[in-house]
């Protein structure tokens, strides 16, 4: 079942711009972390932040958790015409150490 | 090596057919998984393996059937599929299947149910 939610849905930008999706979720859980997937193939793990976290940063990739909102946001700075993909977040908590699916932002790069 | 490898990348079946989905892993980790993806879907969790052992099944039909013969390969068998079976398999695998573990996918295989 999908605990979290992404928006937006979909987002188109112009390469070189930054991109912002957001993630929220239901219950308290033990870190979020976020995937990307290129059209039609495997899942490339992006980014993991615990729930004792506010903010992590990789490369152009920047992701920030409010646990008190039950939020999390992931920010992909100039964005590249590679960038084009879907980008999951995943939750994972304490009773159950499997991970819980968004809905997922389609992200559209124009060049 | 930090690849997960899955075959073949595409399957077309019958509803009588059976046939098996391999997955393959060399990085040493002990837990395993399946999930199916629809077209625009999130990953939706089948079965997850724990040090060779069924762990979890999330209430997949009889007509899926894991295996796991030793800590690197993951099969599923297919028999009696339905059209609506049609999706992306995806194959994933962690060190654990405790706290904080990233998963690691391979490709997936498109399955085709006529």
């Known amino acids: 079942s999908q605990q979290g939610e992404e928006d937006p849905q979909a987002l188109s930008i112009q390469e070189g711009e930054n991109a912002t999706m957001n993630c929220s979720y239901k219950t308290s859980i033990n870190n979020l972390q976020w995937y990307r997937q290129n059209s039609g193939r495997g899942l490339v793990h992006l980014i993991l932040i615990r729930s004792n976290e506010r903010e992590k940063h990789s490369g152009r990739l920047r992701v920030t958790l409010d646990t008190s909102k039950k939020s999390s946001s992931l920010l992909i700075t100039a964005s590249r015409a590679a960038d084009t993909a879907s980008y999951f977040c995943a939750t994972e908590f304490d009773s159950n150490y499997q991970l819980i699916w968004g809905a997922g932002t389609k992200l559209i790069i124009k060049p | 090596d930090t690849e997960v490898t899955q075959t073949p990348k595409h399957l077309v079946m019958g509803m009588t057919n059976k046939k098996s989905l391999k997955c393959e892993q060399h990085?040493?980790?002990?837990?395993m998984y399946w999930y199916k993806q629809k077209a625009k879907k999130p990953p939706e969790l089948m079965f997850v393996y724990s040090y060779e052992k069924l762990s979890i099944n999330e209430s997949v039909p009889s007509r899926f059937s894991p295996e796991c013969p030793n800590s690197s390969l993951l099969n599923l068998h297919l028999h009696a599929l339905q059209p609506e079976d049609s999706a992306l398999y995806l194959c994933?695998?962690?060190?654990?299947?405790?706290?904080?573990?990233?998963?690691?996918f391979g490709p997936g295989t498109r399955l085709t149910v006529l």
């Open positions: 990085m040493g980790h002990r837990a």
């Open positions: 994933a695998s962690s060190p654990t299947e405790g706290r904080y573990n990233e998963q690691f």
